[in-house]
């Protein structure tokens, strides 16, 4: 009986098996050609699709096709190149492909741990690429000079050669709508006054009335929006008082809330303050006392690496969790209750709330968002005949402390993508020559045109490419071009080895307070387990703890 | 005679408050399984339209909680079982692999994982149960203590031993380095035989019964039932399984897998819930559907099995 | 003198079959256990450079951290002990408890056991990641929405609310757990033999006195084994929390078993750096771990196993 049992159960799979494996053979199984041309000479190159896309890398693929269509020199025989673009395969993040083989013969990812790659031998030396002229591009100079001088240092710290570019920019902030904010009035006159856009026809006026922003210069993309910390706050209750809810946000992940607000950091210590945190070396002004009005009494202090965790002391990490305590530290800013959104949720409910009984004003979440969004903004083309293009999103720049201090933005990219050449290319020199190409002021300019993101280097977009960006994708050229940009990368070996101490989260958010560590100030707030203060004390407290741990060998 | 006995527990007349109180809390166990079940099949018949944008008296609110209002569609399955592919290279060019074909893939990875699972845990589980030498006790306590150690990054040393060995990529090298002992099902073969007394070897010893036939014509028979459990315990994690498969099998992907890379994608036709839920269900029904119809098998096999007394 | 020469025959025949049903299955951890994870094991005497990618040997270093983490003053690890064994409370004593008293009810085929079984065992059977995405919806999105339409009152999210967070993970933990256990007990019930209960029947015995006097001490041995199992793991238990959050969980919220895969699968922020560290946690885990696993096997055996 039992035997029988287990007969039955197993003949039964083996012949289902075998019936739907012989029904359809290997039925749906399609073999394609990746676009492999055998006449001319061929390269694939593979990108995660998420943020950015992949169309901005199959224009320039037909570029690039278009300028060396009667190359010779790249395969004996050959005419003409081929680039494949795999934009099938989602799943080329650095995660997944530090742990498989490489199949394509160039990556542009995200996710990317840098020396796990260089280290597992996996990716090409590039650094006749980084270091040669590009003067076949019309150009003077060399893509390294194009580098921020931390990627430099990083990037060569193992052996002085470079293995991959940095890709594009990650900057957390908070996304406004720009047609809610005309329509309701959520700009700054001169006079500090809320200001509307009534009428089309009015438009000369209401743009010649915004206050300058948060930079001080008027005629610029900032016009109307908060200069200060004060203004910033006003606003909010200027929404709310609306009925409109300020900030839609992802319930689930949480940390965009973090990584959002730690933008008022960077801009408040400026690129040199900020930069301390990778470099350890210089003078930075420090809180010495929290005075019970809330303001803050500063010295300056040398930082060495000896001394690295004092970074926590820094007015801008105060100021930073003072104004989050501000925003996020009770609900009133949030609709009155917390939410459990996923990020794309987060998306869509900010983009169809202004279908819905009440309109969300900013989002709190990523630039590569509006790509992200792109379901939602398909179904309501379909459902409301609605382009995503008709709608106008803008990049809230970080106001200040005061408006003394107006001026550009400093700028915290959360960079972790890069590019990179596969070590068994199969035309290693077709491979560097796109390598190049992609990285002329003039294809960078055309992928932050077409993705509203910039990449991580020096160059500028051209105003004709800038013309086909979407109305975010303007307001943040505009702010990347005024503003310095810091990478959380440096060849201190200190930070190199601990990314534990140091990584883009710990470092910021790892607080101790009466014997409790915590990591995320939005979680705490919300809870009511600490205020700005304790927590900004709990930073210091933290890492001092942890900076025993640390092999600060040079 | 054992069937009776249990038609007499049965037919049992009075008032039970002991399972009264037990089926309460099944009832609403029951009851939170069928409602998240209910709702994840609502969701797949809902147009994502609905479920995300549905409109009341002008007002865009979604209907994510209640039942369809606009009407029932299958639409999401057909959209998941369209795009359920996983992509393979294989050199210039890319294989799509189908939901069909990652079935079989599943199948001959589930099943010959489970079975090599199964046959050396229990054979490890009879060896060390079963004969009394120092070393036995050894194996038990070393496979506690692998139990308990959590092992660190050894992923690639493992794929490098594979791929010397000339086993990695392969279904034959996946069930091989599967086939371990160091785990529960070990504890449990062990437990089962231990609780078999002597006797029932010792007369077949006198009669002259050599050790493999003791073992394959008595012990094993009457272990069957767990073997049969143990076995489709094992296929049931493996079948649900894409981590393993993707890394040490990556040309072979399985329905898990396809399954994971569904979850994913980008694509805008496929990038909402009701359809996500529609492709992990497609992936979940042919097991589903085994297990609905050998439910009652399994129970049989249970009852029927094993040593009484 | 016949009998002895037969049984020393016998002895060495055993032996023989003995070594040849072990050599394979051994064969195999020595290659995919002790050769694949050698140096793992040896990494909690390692520090890494990721320069030069090398582990160098540093012995004190990753005990002495340890030793650091578990007394100053902030601690991860003292709130991951606690977790690890909240979890272990109900996901092991509770869920046992409750697979053992749902096998006693499907044993004893009581009014819609058979449906009942379907449903206990029904999670086990579906991709975690469906449950997953499943329950994180109903108690992140739906619930709180539920309850503000029938009562007007507005709730956090139970994932998110700083009090509800761990009981809502430990309900889903024991939610999923009993698939296995059912099997294997009520495996175990059906191999009762009829005339002990017939005779406990015959004596008036209650459906309660049945079960504890006669049906968990007959089929302890199995549940033994179970609870020996989930001891040992008691400090690789992540609690799905990786699959809930990522690695987005807060300090006070972590386990053992989580703060370990933490340190090993961020691959992005980490790469190698903490495989030493998370070595080291391992080992000492076990230290701890398995002299528990023996002291609980040996009390619940009793002296079975001298």
């Given amino acids: 009986m039992k035997n029988r049992g287990i007969s039955a159960l197993i003949a039964t799979l083996l012949i289902s ?115 040669g002229s590009l003067s076949t591009y019309g150009e003077t100079g060399t893509i390294e000079a194009k580098l921020d001088d931390s990627f430099k240092s990083f990037l060569t710290a193992k052996d002085n050669k470079y293995y991959m570019l940095p890709f594009y920019d990650a900057f957390y902030g908070f996304v406004y709508d720009v047609d809610l904010f005309e329509e309701e009035g959520f700009y700054y006159d001169k006079d500090g006054d809320f200001l509307a856009l009534r009428d089309e026809s009015q438009r000369e006026d209401f743009e010649a009335n915004k206050a300058n922003g948060p930079d001080g210069e008027h005629g610029t993309y900032d016009d109307g929006l908060p200069a200060t910390y004060k203004q910033f706050l006003d606003l909010l209750d200027q929404i709310a008082a609306k009925s409109c809810i300020p900030f839609c946000y992802s319930g689930s992940y949480n940390d965009y809330v973090n990584k959002a607000c730690r933008a008022f950091i960077a801009d408040y210590e ?76 987060a998306q869509s409910e900010y983009i169809k709330s202004k279908y819905a009984s009440t309109r969300y004003a900013m989002l709190v979440e990523g630039v590569w968002w509006e790509n992200e969004a792109n379901p939602t903004f398909a179904e309501l083309e379909i459902i409301k005949g609605e382009k995503k293009e008709s709608r106008r999103f803008g990049f809230m720049p970080m106001p200040k402390l005061k408006a003394e201090l107006a001026g550009p933005q400093t700028m915290f990219s959360a960079n972790s993508s890069f590019a990179f050449i596969n070590k068994n290319c199969q035309n290693m020199e077709l491979a560097k020559e796109f390598m190049r190409f992609l990285h002329t002021d003039a294809e960078m300019s055309k992928f932050n045109a077409k993705t509203s993101i910039s990449r991580s280097l020096k160059y500028e977009v051209k105003n004709e490419d800038k013309a086909t960006a979407t109305h975010f994708g303007k307001t943040l050229i505009d702010m990347r071009k005024q503003a310095n940009v810091v990478y959380p990368y440096s060849s201190v070996k200190m930070v190199i080895d601990h990314p534990e101490v140091f990584s883009q989260t710990a470092w910021y958010f790892n607080s101790s307070i009466d014997g409790n560590s915590f990591k995320n100030p939005f979680d705490s707030f919300k809870n009511r387990q600490s205020d700005a203060k304790q927590y900004f004390n709990g930073l210091y407290a933290y890492q001092k703890l942890m900076w025993s741990n640390l092999k600060l060998g040079k | 005679m054992d069937q009776n006995g249990k038609i007499k527990a049965v037919k049992r007349p009075s008032v039970n408050v002991f399972a009264i109180a037990i089926a309460v809390l099944l009832v609403v166990y029951m009851l939170t399984m069928c409602i998240t079940l209910f709702w994840t099949i609502m969701t797949t018949v809902k147009t994502n339209a609905e479920y995300e944008f549905y409109e009341e008296a002008g007002i865009m609110v979604g209907n994510k909680l209640w039942l369809p209002k606009t009407g029932i569609s299958f639409n999401n399955y ?10 393979v290279q294989e050199g210039m060019y890319t294989v799509q692999y189908g939901i069909f074909t990652q079935f079989i893939f599943s199948f001959l990875y589930s099943f010959g994982c489970a079975a090599s699972v199964t046959v050396v845990s229990l054979v490890m589980g009879y060896a060390t149960a079963r004969f009394k030498y120092k070393f036995s006790n ?96 094992t296929f049931i994690s493996f079948w649900n399984d894409f981590q393993i498969p993707m890394v040490y099998i990556p040309s072979y992907p399985v329905a898990a897998y396809g399954m994971y890379v569904f979850q994913n994608t980008p694509i805008v036709e496929i990038a909402n819930t009701p359809t996500r839920l529609a492709g992990i269900f497609l992936m979940a029904l042919p097991i589903v559907i085994f297990y609905a119809i050998f439910n009652k098998q399994l129970n049989v096999n249970l009852s029927a099995g094993g040593i009484k007394g | 003198m016949e009998a002895t020469n ?24 020595a290659i995919f256990y002790f050769y694949v994870n050698f140096n793992s094991i ?24 340890f030793w650091q983490e578990l007394t100053m003053k902030s601690s991860i690890l ?55 995405i499943v329950f994180k919806f109903f108690v992140n999105e739906a619930i709180p929405e539920y309850i503000s339409h029938f009562t007007g009152n507005i709730i956090t999210p139970l994932l998110l609310g700083k009090d509800s967070l761990m009981p809502t993970i430990l309900f889903y933990n024991v939610w999923v757990c009993f698939g296995a256990q059912l099997l294997i007990y009520t495996g175990a019930m059906d191999q009762i033999a009829p005339e002990i209960l017939e005779a406990g029947k015959v004596d008036g015995v209650s459906c309660v006195r049945e079960f504890v006097s006669i049906v968990v001490p007959i089929i302890l041995p199995t549940v033994t084994t179970f609870v020996i199992a989930n001891v040992a793991t008691l400090f690789t238990n992540q609690a799905n929390l990786y699959a809930f959050f990522g690695d987005k969980v807060d300090y006070s919220n972590y386990t053992i078993g989580y703060y370990l895969f933490v340190l090993v699968n961020n691959k992005v922020d980490y790469g190698k750096t903490m495989y030493c560290y998370a070595s080291t946690l391992g080992i000492i885990c076990t230290l701890i771990a398995f002299p528990l696993t023996m002291l609980i096997r040996r009390l619940l055996n009793g002296k079975e196993e001298d």
Wanted: charge should be neutral; proline fraction near 3%; hydrophobic fraction near 45%.
């Fill in chain 2, 138 to 233: 050894f194996i038990y306590a070393f496979v506690l203590v692998t139990m308990a150690l959590p092992i660190v990054g050894s992923m690639p040393s493992e794929i490098a031993v594979a791929q010397n060995l000339g086993i990695f990529d392969t279904f034959p090298g996946i069930w091989i380095m599967r086939g371990s002992f160091l785990n529960t099902y070990f504890l449990i073969f062990f437990a089962q035989f231990k609780t078999i007394p002597k006797d029932y070897t010792e007369a077949a010893k006198i009669d002259g019964a050599d050790p493999l036939s003791i073992m394959l014509k008595i012990i094993v028979p009457l272990a069957m039932s767990t073997v049969t459990t143990v076995f489709v315990l």
């Fill in chain 1, 17 to 131: 098996v075998a019936a739907l494996g012989s029904f359809i053979g290997c039925g749906n199984t399609v073999i394609e050609n990746n676009g492999y041309d055998a006449t001319k000479a061929n390269i694939s190159v593979a990108t995660y699709n998420g943020g950015v896309g992949y169309q901005w890398l199959e224009e320039a693929a037909s570029r690039f096709e278009e300028k060396y269509k009667d190359a010779t020199h790249f395969e004996e025989g050959k005419v003409g190149v081929k680039i494949s673009v795999d934009k099938d395969k989602q799943f080329y993040t650095g995660e997944n492909l530090s742990t498989s083989a490489l199949t394509k013969d160039m990556y542009f990812t995200e996710g990317v741990d840098y020396y796990t790659f260089v280290n597992a031998d996996k990716v090409a030396d590039i650094t006749d690429v980084v270091k």
């Fill in chain 3, 78 to 132: 003292i709130d991951a002990f606690k977790n690890s064994f909240i979890v272990w409370l109900f996901t092991s004593v509770l869920g046992t408890v409750l697979s053992i008293v749902f096998s006693y009810y499907i044993f004893k085929k009581w009014a819609l056991s058979k449906t009942f079984k379907f449903f206990l065992f029904l999670p086990s059977v579906l991709p975690s990641i469906l449950l997953v």
């Fill in chain 1, 270 to 345: 400026g690129y040199d303050g900020f930069k301390l945190n990778y470099t350890f070396d210089g003078k930075a002004n420090l809180v010495k006392e929290i005075k019970a009005d809330g303001s803050v009494v500063t010295e300056e202090v040398k930082i060495t690496p000896e001394n690295g965790y004092e970074l926590q002391r820094q007015a801008g990490k105060y100021y930073a969790l003072k104004m989050q305590e501000e925003i996020f530290g009770t609900a009133k800013y949030v609709g009155g209750s917390w939410n459990g959104y996923d990020y794309t949720v």
């Fill in chain 3, 6 to 29: 037969k049984k020393q025959k016998g002895d060495r025949g055993d032996l023989i079959f003995y070594c040849c049903l072990v050599a394979l299955p051994l064969l195999q951890v």
């Fill in chain 2, 78 to 87: 057909g959209m998941a079982f369209k795009f359920f592919y996983v992509p």
């Fill in chain 3, 42 to 65: 040896l990494m909690a005497f390692k520090s890494y450079d990721r320069l030069s990618d090398t582990f160098y040997w540093d012995f004190g270093a990753n005990f002495s951290r």
